[in-house]
């Protein structure tokens, strides 16, 4: 069986910096793309970032030139650095590892951007 578990959420003022951080353990599989997708109250899910096991990576246009996603394969966890964080950015993000066979996605973690 495979977790994902999320830390690094939390409460923080416009223009800070948080550092999300998704580890994965138990039964790894390769994941053949880890990413990053929010939800914020009565939106839809929404991708934010992705990592392919290539090391290409996808931004949503939001997050653009603020958000970084990167990755330690020797520690099976991926990060997402968020820098100038904006109100809009507040949702409960969630990590996903993508799997041949199935998705595995973590619990959530809140970010809220106060103004």
């Known amino acids: 069986q495979v977790q994902l578990v999320e830390s690094g959420g939390g409460l923080v003022q416009t223009g800070g910096s948080l550092r999300l951080s998704c580890t994965a353990s138990?039964?790894?599989?390769?994941?053949?793309?880890n990413g990053w997708y929010r939800q914020a109250p009565g939106n839809t899910r929404e991708t934010v970032a992705v990592?392919?096991?290539?090391?290409?990576?996808y931004y949503a246009d939001s997050v653009k030139d603020r958000f970084t996603i990167t990755r330690d394969n020797a520690k099976n966890t991926w990060y997402l650095q968020m820098n100038n964080l904006k109100p809009e950015d507040t949702a409960v993000y969630y990590c996903?590892?993508?799997?041949?066979?199935?998705?595995?996605w973590g619990q959530g973690t809140q970010v809220t951007v106060s103004s």
């Open positions: 996903k590892g993508v799997c041949k066979n199935r998705d595995y």
């Open positions: 138990g039964s790894i599989p390769r994941f053949t793309a």
């Open positions: 990592m392919a096991s290539g090391g290409g990576t």
